[in-house]
């Protein structure tokens, strides 16, 4: 059956938080791709889906979901030699016919986890954990609202093979119940001032590794590099909290902290991601030009406006923070040449400093156009995991990082994003996000090593990374 997508445009704006409540809270496969709270450009997708295909490393197995039922359970063999072969063969199998509408006009919305990429690059990778978000996931859209934030229309996108849904062809919005949207105006989450978010000062949280240990670690690294085995490695930390909690209460709470325009909230079954991370991995247009923009260099924002200011000409002007990005600039720049035309790969920004809730950040971009064979998945093949998580060269980085880390990032340090059925893919880092479980959410933060890392600084800006998402938690932010 070729299934397709048709469009209407609804006669009414609405506003995505204001919806996203009575649309998603009992779905057990959901997504919101967030242009972010009081978002005037770009586009927010928010949807629902019951065609799902997940990858297992534990079982080294894809299995397809209808609804809550597993519907086909695959492995590879001579023809699809490994989980990522046979999680292509399931998503580009799949006869999808998106509506014509820009931007992403129906097919599949889901993730890449760190794991998945150990094994796309052929390096060590800790064991998956049980009860938590599969090694990779993604979800066939039923239906879903377009939201473009400059033209204020919303567009709903459906398959043709379902009935109509009053609630989504005339979506209410609510307030009332949720403290974080009573009595705010339309753009809640960019009215809702800091302090009014949650906090319990009392909860707990788990380190994988104490700040002296990272501080260790980061010796160790810096060890590695002077002996040769690396030019950088990104090591990260995870912090564990245990409880019950509330995947899309928390995604409101994170947007309404730390705003960007790359939001995201995936639930898969009881799992859950909720991200607000502001880089771009990976994103090809209609016309196949590939565009990444990896993320290093990081200073802490400040109330103060001239010491604020101060702080972001210190991460452009401070030498190892340009090392660390144009090392990663250099590793995508070989990525993307071996799936590009000749010449195309070009770095059209270098060393540009972006500021957001939090943090100023060193950004570069980087672009190329694909080879007219090249397709989705071997893009992915190449280019995952991103080259801002793992370190360069990236086996050696991640061989390494293998043996430091002493466990499974998860779904951290992986994208996630839409691939539509035309062609088109947007990919963000999962980074800033929390991962939900049963019983628990887990965060990771860290940082790009270098032999000019200083160990305290390091700690310093992994606790800074963490810090809106563990308010969010309700965790108080170490010492």
């Keep these: 059956m070729n299934l397709r997508y048709r469009a209407r445009v609804l006669p009414e704006w609405r506003d995505p938080a204001r919806v996203a409540e009575g649309l998603l809270a009992e779905e057990r496969f959901g997504f919101w791709l967030d ?18 295909a997940t990858a297992h490393r534990p079982t080294n197995s894809v ?38 509408v820009p931007g992403f006009g129906g097919g599949w919305i889901g993730f890449l986890g760190y794991e998945y990429g150990a094994e796309l690059v052929g390096a060590p990778a800790a064991d998956s954990r049980p009860a938590a978000l599969p090694d990779a996931g993604w979800m066939l859209a039923d239906r879903l609202l377009a939201f473009d934030h400059a033209a204020r229309t919303v567009t709903l996108i459906e398959r043709e093979d379902l009935a109509e849904d009053p609630r989504w062809a005339s979506p209410v919005e609510r307030s009332v119940g949720n403290p974080l949207l009573a009595g705010l105006g339309e753009e809640p989450a960019a009215e809702l001032p800091a302090a009014e978010l949650p906090t319990a000062e009392s909860s707990t949280a788990h380190w ?5 240990e990272y501080r260790t670690l980061v010796e160790r690294c810096r060890t590695l590099i002077a002996a040769g085995e690396a030019y950088q490695v990104c090591l ?22 730390s705003p960007t325009d790359r939001g995201g909230y995936l639930r898969f079954g009881d799992s859950a991601l909720v991200s607000s991370s502001p880089e ?36 452009v ?15 995508m720049r070989n990525d993307l040449g071996r799936v590009s035309e000749l010449g195309s790969v070009t770095v059209s920004e270098l060393h540009v400093v972006e500021t957001y809730a939090q943090v100023h950040q060193l950004v570069s971009t980087v672009r190329s156009v694909l080879r007219p064979e090249v397709e989705v998945g071997d893009l992915l093949r190449v280019a995952f995991p991103a080259g801002s998580m793992t370190g360069a060269p990236k086996h050696r980085a991640m061989l390494h990082l293998a043996a430091l880390e002493r466990g499974p990032r998860g779904a951290y340090a992986g994208a996630f994003g839409y691939r539509d059925a035309r062609g088109p ?31 305290e600084r390091e700690y310093a800006e992994s606790l800074l990374k963490a810090r809106a998402l563990l308010r969010v938690l309700g965790v108080a932010e170490p010492a």
């Design 236 to 257: 990260t930390n995870e912090v564990t909290v245990t409880g019950e909690f509330d995947s899309l209460a928390l995604y409101l709470r994170l947007r309404a902290l």
């Design 317 to 331: 002007a401070d030498e190892k923070e340009r090392a660390e990005n144009l090392m990663i600039v250099d590793l």
């Design 35 to 52: 242009a972010g709270a009081g978002a005037t450009s770009g586009p927010t997708y928010l949807g629902i889906a019951s065609t799902v």
């Design 208 to 212: 994988r590794h104490s700040a002296a």
């Design 280 to 315: 771009t991995f990976l994103s090809v247009d209609d016309a196949r030009v590939v565009t990444t923009r990896p993320v290093k260099g990081t200073r802490r924002r400040d109330a103060d406006p001239e010491r604020d200011a101060l702080l972001a000409a210190e991460v």
């Design 63 to 100: 299995l397809v979901h209808a609804g809550d039922a597993v519907a086909q359970t695959l492995t590879p063999d001579a023809s699809l030699p490994d989980l990522h072969a046979v999680l292509e063969s399931v998503l580009e199998g799949a006869a999808v016919t998106a509506a014509d």
């Design 425 to 455: 893919l947007e990919l963000s880092m999962i980074i800033r996000s929390i991962l939900v479980e049963p019983g628990a959410a887990r965060v990771g933060a860290g940082g790009g090593i270098t032999i000019l890392s200083d160990p």
